[in-house]
Structure formats: C-alpha cells, structure tokens
C-alpha cells in the first residue's frame, strides 16, 4: 500500500511540479510519508487488542451453547508487495496478569514470658533494745545492805501516812495488831491481781485499783507482803518478774516514798509437809526469799526478813505464832508491828 501511494505522488509530482521545487517537494513528502507509515505499523502491530472469548458453556437466547470463541489474535494482512514492519516489542505485556492472592499474615502471639520467680528481699526491721529506764534512786543503808538492820524505834505516828500492800496474811495484821495505818490487802490476792483488781474502797461503795488509790495520797513508806498464794506457781522466776512490776507501779505513783519487801512468812513444818508438800512447802518459800532479796538489791529497794523473829532453825514457821499453820494470831501480829518498829530507814 506504501509503495502504491509513493508511486502516484511521484507520477503527480512528475507532470505538476516544476523542476525547482522538486527537492523541496520530495522532502515534505518523504517526511509525511515516514509519519503515515509509523502509523500504519502502530495500528498494524500494536494497537489492536484480541477479543476476549465468550465463556463455553453460556447458553444463547435460543437454547443452543455457542462455541468458544478463539482466543488467538487476529493475522495482520500483509501489504501488496509483501512487506511486512512489525514492531520490535509491544507497548504492553502479554501475559496474563494475575494479581496475588492476599493473605492475612499468621496470627502469632507474642510469647509469653514468665517473669522469674525471685522472691522479693527480706528485710527484717532492725533489732532495737527497749529503753532503759532506771528506777528511782533510793537511799539504802548507811553500811550499803539493802538487808535493813535493826534501828532505833519509831511511834506510830510513822505508821500513819503509811501504807501496807498485801493478801490475807496482811489482813490479819490489820485485825490483830491494832497499828493505825493504810491497809490495801485483801484475801486471796497475789502479786498479779493486785496490779489490776479493783479491790479498794473509796467510799460510797466505790471500788478502785491500786494505781489509783495510790496515787491519790503521798505515802512515804509503802510495805509490801505476797507470796503464799503463789507458791504454786510455775515458775519461780515468774514470781520476781510480777514482784519486779508491782515494785515499778509503786515507783509510778508515790516516787518519792522507800520501799519495804517483806519476806515470806514460812508455814509450820505440818503444813510444809502436808497440802503444800506438793508445790515445794518451806523449801520454796526459801527460794522465793532468796530471790526476792536479790530483786531488792537489784532495784535498790529494802527488804525486811521476818524470818529473824518467826522461823526456827528449820525455817519452819513457830506453831505458838499461828492458829492454823499459815496465818499468825494476835500475839504475832503484835510481834510483827514491833519488828518493824524497830526496822525502819531514816
């Protein structure tokens, strides 16, 4: 087709054109030509997209299944003389595009990791010693002993803002001596309850403690006797230990007064060996004194031994002393109050 149109326009130019102005002419026409000819091979070779093919199988208004269309490319007709300008390559691919399936990325949790079992540092809170609290300072003795000597008597008006702490054995010192003086005992009391018990009368049918019976008067001597009704008692150092407290309540409320520790009083030799032959008798009685001096010599406090004037050899109790081998009578009591008389402090 290109080699016809060619050779009409040169058989035109031949008769039309004058000669000068045929160079000029054949080089427009050269150009156009090249330009139509790009065309041509363009549309030709690239430009024409192959139908795409009806599915097989569809069924047609009639009933009938068309056949597959084909699928191949139309052939390009070649021109007139036989030539053929395809293109070196096509402006698109041929190849059938598919796009990649999408897949969601596998749902994989992190990894749990326990943290390592390590249990937290123990720290215990620093060891710190309770306060010391000294006890009040008192005057023992002018020799240093906290044993109190025999001393020039007193009257009893010494006695009178005096107070005398104690169970029943102090009881009985109230009834039979006839020493007018402040009596805080009571029966069956001991070392422990006399610390708590609201045992004292303060008029009007009113019971009170001791920490508040004490500390609602100025006592200069306070006399203190326990220890039968704890004789049974476990622990002998359970004993000085309360004693040791009971020693501390009086400091808090009257500290200015001196404290006397009365031994214990022994029990006759029957009752030693009888009923009370189970918790020891006089030997623990004797234990207990000994323990109670060394508590006196401790805290600085005095101790009157009332075995000096109520033990035999033995250190059994005197049977003339008592009614029933645990308490003394009246002659005794007696005896006690001048015992104390004549132990006294300045």
Known sequence: MRNRLLRSIHTRSDRTIPPSRRSRFWAVGFSAVFCIAVMLSLTVGGCVRPAEPEPSGVSSASGTSAPPSDTSAPESTPPADGTTDAPDSLPFSTDPVTDAPETDPPATEPPVTDPPATEPPVTEPPVTDPPVTDPPETQPVSNGVVRVPASDPVDDSFFADAVFIGDSRTVGLYLFSGLA?????????????????????????????????????????????????????????????????????????????????????????AASQGYYSQYGGNARVAEYNRGLLALCEKLGVYFIDLDEIFADAEGNLNVSDTTDGIHLGVASSVAWVDYLRTHTVS
């Open 181 to 269: 003086s402040n009596y805080y005992c009571e029966q069956s009391l001991n070392v422990s309850t006399v610390q708590t018990k609201a045992y004292i009368s303060a008029g009007n049918d009113d019971k009170v403690t001791l920490r508040q019976a004490l500390s609602a008067n100025s006592f200069h001597a306070v006399y203190i006797s326990f220890g039968i009704n704890e004789i049974g008692w476990p622990s002998a150092q359970g004993f000085f230990d309360t004693y040791e407290s009971l020693i501390r309540l009086v400091w808090d409320c009257v500290p200015d007064a001196d404290v006397y520790v009365q031994s214990v009083l022994p029990m006759t030799k």
